[in-house]
């Protein structure tokens, strides 16, 4: 993972906080008075793609395992460690299994849904896998998470038409890929 981009961006969120007052005399004390402190705020979903190369994997499959769920259960990633927690806990999840070495796609590929705030879809690899013919082979993806939960039936049952799996826990969509691609 090189970057993890914010879905939406800053729209100049600011709180206060105050500052905690140090005891006189502490060595941590750097001002005589309380200080109010503004701080920006982005309350935003954020994206990170990675690949694996499985066959690299293959031969500790226990260790790639394990990768996995961390991915599915990713947290503790923080700034100012007390004072801020970010869950980086996939919320939504695209998956590819296939022999290509490049996504072929936009890798950033999540977009927030402009007639329902607060979702964001995957548009190029979806719209690529219903088109006739399909950009993308159905079979080679995996969807989990807030995508699918916000999914119309509709467009779940033609995604799955074209191979695609579809679950609404990506803990669970990454256990399904693991089985998958390395057996057992």
Request: aromatic share 10%; charged share 25%.
């Amino acid at each position: 993972m090189n970057l993890a981009k914010a879905l939406e961006p800053y729209r100049h969120n600011a709180v206060f906080t105050q500052s905690p007052l140090a005891a006189e005399g502490s060595k941590y004390q750097n001002a005589t008075t309380s200080a109010l402190l503004h701080r920006e705020t982005a309350v935003t979903a954020f994206q990170y793609p990675f690949a694996l190369n499985l066959n690299d994997c293959k031969p500790k499959p226990e260790w790639t395992r394990a990768l996995l769920k961390a991915i599915g259960e990713l947290n503790g990633v923080s700034g100012n460690h007390a004072r801020s927690y970010y869950e980086m806990a996939p919320a939504s999840i695209v998956v590819r299994l296939t022999e290509c070495l490049v996504a072929g796609y936009e890798t950033y590929g999540f977009k927030p849904d402009k007639d329902r705030p607060g979702c964001y879809d995957f548009p190029e690899v979806i719209d690529g896998i219903l088109h006739d013919p399909p950009d993308y082979p159905g079979s080679e993806f995996y969807l989990a998470g807030r995508l699918v939960k916000e999914m119309s039936a509709e467009k779940i049952d033609q995604l799955r038409s074209r191979g695609v799996t579809l679950e609404r826990d990506p803990r669970r969509l990454l256990e399904i890929v693991a089985h998958k691609a390395l057996g057992g």
